[in-house]
């Protein structure tokens, strides 16, 4: 009876290496897939990975990237502008300026 334990547990490991095998293989084709499909098309234009980087990073130390066109410049300095006003007016609204946080008291956290 006892082999009979032992072939059971033997299928079921043999089962989920399996799966697990198979699992990490089909993740590693999707991450290729994901990642090919950043190399440079056969057409003129921006690829995937160039369009990712604009729009992950638009502006970076007040330089904007060569690709983002002009008039979405304009657009991003002025939502820019607009959420500094916003802030300012939300601040200047309360009539006194936000309390300044000067430190957190952690108690009971031994170093």
Do not use: H
Request: hydrophobic fraction near 40%.
């Amino acid at each position: 009876m006892s082999a009979f334990w032992v072939l059971g547990l033997g299928a079921s490991l043999g089962y989920v290496v399996f799966k697990q095998q198979k699992i990490a293989s089909r993740l590693e084709q999707a991450t290729r897939e994901y990642d090919n499909g950043s190399m440079p098309a056969d057409n003129p234009g921006a690829n995937v990975s160039e369009i990712r980087g604009t729009l992950s990073a638009p502006c970076v130390d007040g330089v904007f990237q060569e690709k983002l066109p002009v008039g979405d410049q304009s657009k991003v300095l002025k939502m820019e502008k607009d959420a500094e006003r916003a802030v300012q007016q939300y601040d200047q609204g309360a009539g006194v300026a936000p309390p300044v946080i000067q430190g957190v008291w952690l108690d009971g956290v031994s170093f």
